[in-house]
């Protein structure tokens, strides 16, 4: 007898944890150039593609989740 | 959008509320062929890729035919496209060299931008970068493009000491060679393809969750989901804000690290 049931495909979940870490990542970049910007507003310019790349890099784990979630 | 079975009203492709397919999977990216028996490969992507880059010739000779010291519209678009990138990516990631890159940069990003595009015009809402083929094309043309530009600049065996040996105490060596051969050569084009792809997979399939996602609650066989259905359109037209951002967003990422990448190759120390 089934008591409880559920259907439908684990990597949705799966994708939900994984989705954890680069989200903590890019809201420390973000706070880090928020900070750097309120306390040398100057430097705004400066940073900025860092500010990209570094998202970028560390977006890039949370968009393989995705990805993966589709292949697996 | 839902393109198959539909009513056809005054030109609009209406899709009749209990034939959408709700649940969208990785088939809504494999389209027919465009031509009834044309090749396989004649889908809406490869028109598309077309368009982009007759839309993007014509629109730069256009600009440019005639150039004045007071720029028309086209011109200043051009102008301003081409300065943003040589300005804004090439003269600030690689320094005074980066204008010898400025074309290449300037076309990769304005090509990468309008394929994003097409993901949120009206009609075609489907980007050609939502399939691996076409930004796994231009990471391989970045990846060769730094690794060369390393070679020629350096010579063969002194780039790959810089690239590759870090300025670390001799036994820890034989763990960061590996690391930095994988991070280089390896890591590079794979996440410059992946990220520009899977953000347009992901935002085309965010945008078919919450309109199709619409048909299904008004479908829905309880009464007091089908109101819910206006909630999930107008998440999808807000989404499709967030995506514009995402577009442009992206075709300035992948321009920007591959302008680092270079300027990593030309780099003296590692």
């Given at each position: 007898?089934?008591?409880?049931?559920?259907?439908?495909?684990?990597?949705?979940?799966?994708?939900?944890?994984?989705?954890?870490?680069?989200?903590?990542?890019?809201?420390?970049?973000?706070?880090?150039?928020?900070?750097?910007?309120?306390?040398q507003p100057e430097s705004a310019r400066l940073?900025?593609?860092f500010l990209w790349i570094g998202f970028a890099?560390?977006?890039?784990?949370?968009?393989?989740?995705?990805?993966?979630?589709?292949?697996? | 959008?839902?393109?198959?079975?539909?009513?056809?009203?005054?030109?609009?492709?209406?899709?009749?509320?209990?034939?959408?397919?709700?649940?969208?999977?990785?088939?809504?990216?494999?389209?027919?062929?465009?031509?009834?028996?044309?090749?396989?490969?004649?889908?809406?992507?490869?028109?598309?890729?077309?368009?982009?880059?007759?839309?993007?010739?014509?629109?730069?000779?256009?600009?440019?035919?005639?150039?004045?010291?007071?720029?028309?519209?086209?011109?200043?678009?051009?102008?301003?496209?081409?300065?943003?990138?040589?300005?804004?990516?090439?003269?600030?990631?690689?320094?005074?060299?980066?204008?010898?890159?400025?074309?290449?940069?300037?076309?990769?990003?304005?090509?990468?931008?309008?394929?994003?595009?097409?993901?949120?015009?009206?009609?075609?809402?489907?980007?050609?970068?939502?399939?691996?083929?076409?930004?796994?094309?231009?990471?391989?043309?970045?990846?060769?493009?730094?690794?060369?530009?390393?070679?020629?600049?350096?010579?063969?065996?002194?780039?790959?000491?810089?690239?590759?040996?870090?300025?670390?105490?001799?036994?820890v060596l034989p763990i960061l060679i590996p690391?930095?051969?994988?991070?280089?050569?390896?890591?590079?084009?794979?996440?410059?393809?992946?990220?520009?792809?899977?953000?347009?997979?992901?935002?085309?399939?965010?945008?078919?969750?919450?309109?199709?996602?619409?048909?299904?609650?008004?479908?829905?066989?309880?009464?007091?989901?089908?109101?819910?259905?206006?909630?999930?359109?107008?998440?999808?037209?807000?989404?499709?804000?967030?995506?514009?951002?995402?577009?442009?967003?992206?075709?300035?990422?992948?321009?920007?690290?591959?302008?680092?990448?270079?300027?990593?190759?030309?780099?003296?120390?590692?």
């Amino acid at each position: 007898m089934d008591l409880a049931q559920v259907e439908g495909s684990l990597s949705a979940v799966g994708y939900g944890l994984a989705a954890i870490g680069p989200g903590i990542g890019v809201g420390l970049i973000f706070a880090a150039y928020i900070q750097s910007t309120a306390r040398q507003p100057e430097s705004a310019r400066l940073t900025q593609p860092f500010l990209w790349i570094g998202f970028a890099v560390v977006e890039a784990l949370a968009l393989l989740g995705i990805a993966f979630g589709f292949v697996f | 959008m839902p393109s198959d079975g539909g009513e056809v009203v005054s030109g609009l492709a209406f899709v009749r509320a209990e034939e959408v397919p709700f649940p969208p999977s990785v088939h809504d990216f494999y389209p027919p062929s465009l031509v009834e028996g044309g090749g396989y490969w004649l889908t809406r992507f490869t028109l598309l890729v077309w368009v982009a880059v007759a839309l993007l010739i014509v629109f730069f000779l256009l600009a440019y035919r005639d150039p004045k010291i007071v720029p028309d519209r086209k011109q200043w678009l051009a102008e301003s496209v081409y300065g943003f990138v040589r300005d804004g990516v090439g003269r600030e990631m690689i320094g005074p060299e980066g204008l010898r890159f400025a074309p290449y940069l300037a076309t990769l990003f304005s090509f990468i931008l309008l394929m994003n595009l097409f993901a949120i015009v009206p009609f075609i809402q489907v980007s050609p970068n939502s399939h691996i083929a076409f930004p796994a094309m231009l990471a391989v043309i970045s990846w060769i493009m730094f690794m060369a530009v390393g070679v020629r600049r350096h010579g063969l065996v002194k780039y790959l000491k810089i690239s590759l040996v870090p300025p670390a105490p001799w036994f820890v060596l034989p763990i960061l060679i590996p690391i930095e051969f994988i991070s280089t050569f390896l890591v590079r084009p794979f996440t410059l393809a992946v990220r520009l792809f899977a953000n347009m997979f992901a935002g085309h399939m965010i945008l078919l969750v919450f309109t199709l996602g619409g048909f299904a609650l008004l479908n829905a066989e309880a009464l007091f989901l089908k109101p819910i259905s206006l909630l999930s359109w107008a998440m999808a037209i807000a989404l499709t804000f967030l995506e514009a951002m995402v577009i442009l967003l992206q075709a300035y990422v992948f321009v920007v690290l591959t302008a680092s990448y270079v300027q990593g190759a030309l780099a003296e120390e590692h």
